[in-house]
């Protein structure tokens, strides 16, 4: 079965930084994508930050130049700073991984965890 767990998040003052991190466990034979969605109160959820195997990772326009993702094989972190407070929602890790050889590709989502900003 995989797991995908989350950690970090929390409460920042506007300008602070937090971190979180994603780790995906289970039978993979291979992890294709690893990213971040969240979503606020009232509000869709929506990309935030993604990296692929290969090439340059994908950022939502609002988080550009302040988030940074990165990933070391079945890890992902997401590095927040100048936080603020239209940054608070609950952020979730989404993985697309290929379970095995010749499988479909498949997604899962972590449970998500909380980034207040407070202002």
């Known amino acids: 079965q995989v797991q995908v767990a989350e950690s970090g998040g929390g409460l920042v003052q506007t300008g602070g930084s937090l971190r979180v991190s994603c780790t995906v466990s289970?039978?993979?034979?291979?992890?294709?994508?690893m990213g971040w969605y969240r979503q606020a109160p009232g509000e869709q959820r929506e990309l935030v930050a993604r990296a692929f195997p290969a090439g340059s990772p994908q950022y939502a326009d609002t988080v550009n130049g302040r988030f940074t993702i990165s990933r070391d094989n079945n890890r992902a972190t997401l590095q927040m700073n100048s936080l603020k407070p239209e940054d608070t929602a609950v952020y979730y890790c989404?993985?697309?991984?290929?379970?095995?050889?010749?499988?479909?590709?498949?997604?899962?989502w972590g449970r998500g965890t909380q980034v207040t900003v407070s202002s």
């Open positions: 289970g039978g993979i034979f291979s992890i294709n994508i």
């Open positions: 989404h993985v697309d991984v290929t379970r095995r050889p010749l499988d479909p590709r498949k997604e899962y």
